[in-house]
């Protein structure tokens, strides 16, 4: 859910520096914001340096003065002469040991920087320029134990940059505009917001499990394997989102792209109901120097594959747009099966009925005209015998499985997933014309060609 993407620890890291500008008493964020990346400054050294501040606050309090500096204001203070304390409060060398001071000092420059361009910078800004001065790539690169998972990391950063990239104006106000809210007490709040609900959506379910109250699920496609939903929104179905620039990279037939094709499956199969896939044309990203840019892209090779089964080959234009399709569960399946055959009959007006030879015929014509199949001319071999125009139209055709599924065509069966079509030798029950499928798990099943829950891709 959106509550658990602040939750990361790649998100706490980049938000803790915003949050203790944000609000200077903020001790929680101060504590991280120590150990953000590592940087040599033990627990003796954080604890020296809250042993300085307790020591300020009594000086302020024995002149009862209520306006008092905060954790912030100090620690800037160490490098800072602009920070303004009263004349009593004592020296930080008085209570803090001097090689515990030299780490504290390197950092509190660093703060002092971030202040002051949170001030100037607007919030997407001011985080790249917190990412870029404190080396938080790095330290994402640190705490990821394999290339993959760095990737996955920076890309939630990526995400944190695009969601704060919607507050605008300087991050920060001047003491003297507190009266109003900035960009980044806003952004916060919005944190804090969506983060509580989802905590709270997370505790309210009733005796059998089940939410009470109506939400939107926001989670990876790995996280929704099991679940099911009526309504499943696939976003990002572009060429170097899904599938992925590495997948792509490796080219048709990798593992990984298989792999991706897979998961676009997984992803689409969580729909009971309706399954809507959206993609962008236009995709804002930041550089490795920290610019935002617009990129164009592609649509999805995993959106072509379906949308050419439905509408021929040709590709769309390439405009922004939205491919909404029915869930792929099975009361869904057979009533796009059914829509399916509905359409072919209104478009070629074809009529079943069986010959007297007992094959299927497929009888041409116009509307509410019937063909006499009584008396229809069955020639020995129909494939050989030379006929009529006329007499074409009410040729008995033996059904063949293969019109519909081609040996080595692709298949997709709601409840087995893919497959792909082997040969078959023989018919079922009744002349009943059977598929020969073999499925991604390794399993052969011959299914019925009527059966509802198989589709060709």
């Not at 515990?100 to 703060?111: C, P, T, V």
């Not at 320029?129 to 640190?142: A, E, P, Q, R, W």
């Not at 478009?347 to 063909?371: P, W």
Request: one cysteine or more; proline letters at 4%.
């Amino acid at each position: 859910a959106t509550g658990a993407f602040y939750n990361r620890a790649e998100i706490k890291d980049c938000l803790c520096f915003l949050r203790w500008i944000n609000n200077g008493r903020d001790v929680g964020a101060m504590m991280r914001a120590f150990k953000t990346p590592s940087r040599g400054i033990g627990e003796k050294s954080v604890e020296a340096f809250r042993d300085y501040c307790d020591s300020v606050d009594q000086v302020y309090a024995a002149q009862n003065i209520s306006s008092r500096p905060t954790p912030l204001d100090l620690f800037r203070a160490l490098t800072n002469d602009e920070v303004e304390l009263i004349p009593d409060v004592p020296a930080p060398t008085d209570v803090i040991a001097k090689r515990a001071l030299n780490r504290l000092n390197s950092f509190s420059e660093q703060m002092n920087e971030i202040y002051a361009q949170a001030h100037d910078l607007s919030l997407s800004e001011l985080v790249v320029f917190i990412i870029d001065t404190l080396g938080l790539k790095d330290h994402v690169d640190s705490i990821s134990k394999s290339q993959a998972e760095f990737e996955d990391r920076w890309g939630n950063v990526q995400e944190l940059l695009q969601a704060s990239d919607k507050y605008k104006g300087a991050a920060l106000l001047d003491p003297s505009d507190q009266d109003d809210s900035s960009p980044l007490s806003d952004f916060l709040d919005d944190v804090a917001l969506v983060t509580d609900m989802s905590e709270a959506s997370e505790s309210e379910e009733d005796g059998d499990g089940k939410n009470r109250a109506l939400k939107v699920s926001l989670m990876t496609i790995h996280a929704a394997k099991g679940m099911e939903f009526d309504v499943v929104f696939i976003v990002g179905n572009e060429e170097g989102t899904f599938p992925t620039s590495q997948a792509i990279a490796e080219g048709e037939g990798s593992v990984q792209l298989d792999e991706e094709r897979r998961l676009c499956y997984v992803a689409m199969t969580r729909a009971k109901n309706k399954l809507i896939m959206t993609w962008r044309r236009e995709v804002p990203v930041f550089s490795e120097d920290s610019f935002k840019s617009v990129v164009i892209k592609e649509r999805s090779r995993f959106l072509d594959l379906l949308t050419t089964s439905n509408s021929g080959d040709q590709k769309p234009s390439g405009v922004r747009g939205e491919t909404s399709l029915p869930g792929l569960g099975r009361r869904a399946l057979k009533k796009k099966r059914k829509k399916k055959k509905k359409k072919g009959q209104r478009k070629l007006q074809e009529k079943k009925e069986v010959g007297l030879n007992g094959h299927l015929m497929l009888v041409a014509g116009r509307a509410g005209e019937r063909k006499n199949l009584d008396n229809a001319a069955v020639p020995e071999n129909p494939l050989r015998a030379k006929v009529s125009s006329e007499s074409l139209e009410e040729r008995p055709i033996e059904m063949n499985a293969s019109w519909i599924y081609p040996v080595g065509s692709n298949v997709f069966h709601s409840r087995l997933g893919p497959g792909r079509v082997l040969p078959t030798s023989h018919q079922g029950d009744d002349n009943q014309q059977m598929v020969r499928v073999i499925f991604e798990s390794g399993r052969e099943l011959e299914l019925a060609v009527e059966d509802e829950l198989l589709l060709p891709c």
